[in-house]
């Protein structure tokens, strides 16, 4: 009895010490697996943490380069390496989700490459900047010596059309020593006052002034003889005819072409009217191109 009860002493003991082992080994076992699982709790949290980061600043990143390719396309510079960046950044968008933790690594790096481009593209912005401010200043100076050029242009037209102006007025003829008489049958020559019987044809002479700045060329010479109420004597059947004066049509009684040779040339129109003239005041005025170019009165009693 005295030997059994000892051998079952130790046989607990040992029982009891393998016991605790385990309980020791196991309670180790579940520690680590629970530092694991905290640690990889830890690791999932900073990666969905990285992970929404990232997805932030790529959306950040989109609206820059939408907004940095308006910016240049109007400075009139190349976005086609923004548009390609811009493609890329949206399919990065779409599948961010998908990704795990060494692609996110790998997203961020290029999303730095992104933010890189993204300040070159602000250099270039600025000095795209600075070359459309010059071509600015340039246009703006060229079109301020396009104005003047343009005022000087007008102002020479206007000084050649005034010169012009001068020049066609300069060039005017003018007729001189002018003289009207009434001749009879017998072709004897009157001074005003006339009788109406001494009135057989109505002569006119004058001589057309020197002008050295007219030019030497056909010239038709119209007379119109005036009643006392300003109205013209004509026969169509004796040469009479209508030219425009002051942009209005009037008849002229007798007509010329001549040869103008700045010669002060004499000139004689006679004109019978075929009926008596009423007594009242006349006017004969000398008329070319339209414009007068003598005048004189006469009288019939």
Do not use: C, H, W
Not at 149 to 155: E, T
Not at 164 to 187: D, R
Not at 230 to 241: A, C, L, M, T
């Amino acid at each position: 009895m005295s030997e059994t009860t000892p051998r079952k002493n130790n046989k607990a003991a040992v029982a009891i010490a393998l016991l605790s082992i385990v309980v020791i080994v196991q309670g180790i076992k579940i520690y680590l697996d629970y530092k694991d699982k905290a640690a990889v709790r830890q690791e999932l949290a900073a990666s969905e943490e990285n992970l929404e980061s990232t997805l932030t600043r790529l959306t950040e990143i989109k609206t820059e380069l939408d907004d940095k390719i308006a910016q240049i396309e109007k400075l009139g510079g190349d976005v086609a390496e923004l548009e390609k960046a811009r493609a890329e950044v949206d399919v990065e968008l779409k599948s961010v989700r998908k990704r795990n933790d060494r692609a996110v690594r790998e997203l961020k790096d290029r999303v730095e490459g992104y933010e890189e481009l993204l300040k070159l593209k602000d250099t270039e912005i600025e000095k795209l900047q600075s070359v459309n401010k010059e071509l600015f200043t340039e246009n703006r100076s060229l079109k301020t010596k396009q104005n003047v050029l343009n005022d000087s242009i007008n102002r020479l037209a206007k000084n050649t059309d005034d010169l012009e102006s001068k020049v066609a007025i300069a060039s005017q003829l003018k007729a001189e020593n002018m003289v009207v008489l009434a001749l009879n049958s017998k072709g004897k020559e009157r001074e005003s006052p006339f009788r109406n019987r001494q009135i057989e044809t109505l002569k006119v002479e004058f001589n057309l002034a020197e002008n050295k700045v007219a030019p030497i060329e056909g010239k038709k010479i119209m007379i119109r003889v005036l009643d006392e109420n300003r109205q013209p004597i004509f026969n169509v059947d004796k040469g009479s005819g209508t030219f425009t004066v002051e942009g209005r049509e009037e008849f002229y009684t007798s007509a010329q072409e001549i040869l103008f040779d700045n010669t002060k040339q004499k000139l004689t129109f006679l004109y019978e009217k075929g009926s008596d003239y009423a007594s009242g005041n006349y006017t004969v005025e000398i008329f070319t191109d339209g414009y007068k170019i003598g005048s004189m009165q006469f009288s019939v009693k």
